[in-house]
């Protein structure tokens, strides 16, 4: 694990996601009666893939334990614990071709009007509020939001340093809402949460009720807890948000090298799946252009 956290710059969680993947595959090789990774074949690795698919495993989680066993053999193979990488033709299944759950505009607006709760002056009400219009203004991944420490924004020229997967840095707009949300909760909400803790938490901009840097579970929740109470059709996660951000920049008239520079994304091809457009605005564009389409 060390090889990937230091040399290759993984996030604590992935870091962990590749040790539980690589646990299990190893207890599955045991179990098969492979006790060495000298003796582990190709089709034993396509066998625990398709066990994982068996098992009911989501297309991204089998992807992802692959990835590990991909990781690990490599690993085993430059160190010469190996003489051959068995791993290297099995191939991952492909990801199911489906869009993104998005907000509408309209939906967004309903979100952030609810929750302000009626302009309350509560200090996790103005966190969450401050919270939800972070997420939608930036595209942040809930990860990198509750990760975000004051030095990180500058409110004067509207920007936020995020720092995404692998440690990688990236600047991004941050628009006036959600700066005025972020203001709001400094001087009224956060010095309230603040005062909770012992040692008072001096970087962080996001605290949880006990004065803390929130955690990705806590913001996780408070964002589904305000979809509830907004009634929206999407049941919504913190990726919504950021799916939203997305679609609506490119619907906007953003190029989509633009939005993967916003988004953090290592490749454009990641990007485009937000280029789909909505059904009614193909069948506006269809009747409008078309010769005979009337």
């Known amino acids: 694990m060390g090889h990937i956290a230091v040399e290759r710059g993984l996030a604590d969680a992935t870091v962990e996601a590749y040790r539980s993947d690589l646990e299990r595959y190893l207890t599955w090789l045991e179990q098969h009666g492979i006790r060495s990774l ?161 040692q008072p938490e001096l970087r962080a901009v996001f605290l949880n009720r006990r004065g803390k840097r929130l955690s990705r579970q806590s913001a996780w929740e408070a964002v589904r807890i305000a979809g509830e109470r907004a009634h929206l059709a999407t049941p919504l996660h913190p990726h919504t948000l950021r799916h939203s951000f997305a679609t609506h920049l490119i619907q906007g008239g953003a190029d989509v090298r633009t939005v993967q520079e916003l988004l953090g994304h290592a490749s454009v091809t990641t990007t485009q799946i937000y280029t789909h457009i909505a059904p009614e605005t193909l069948i506006e564009t269809y009747l409008t252009a078309h010769p005979r389409a009337r």
């Open 38 to 198: 000298n003796q582990v074949r190709p089709q034993d690795v396509q066998a625990y893939a398709e066990s994982l698919a068996e098992q009911g495993q989501s297309v991204a989680s089998r992807r992802r334990h692959l990835a590990s066993i991909h990781e690990f053999h490599r690993f085993a193979l430059s160190r010469g614990a190996v003489s051959d990488d068995v791993s290297a033709n099995i191939r991952a299944p492909k990801n199911a071709s489906h869009l993104p759950d998005v907000l509408t505009i309209d939906e967004v607006a309903t979100l952030l009007d609810v929750a302000a709760m009626g302009g309350s002056d509560d200090p996790v009400v103005l966190r969450d509020k401050a919270l939800l219009e972070f997420l939608y203004a930036t595209g942040a991944r809930i990860s990198e939001a509750v990760g975000v420490d004051f030095a990180d924004i500058d409110v004067n020229d509207h920007l936020v340093k995020l720092t995404g997967k692998g440690s990688k840095q990236r600047l991004v707009p941050i628009g006036s809402y959600a700066c005025e949300a972020l203001e709001r909760y400094q001087t009224v909400g956060r010095p309230v949460l603040a005062s909770k803790a012992k």
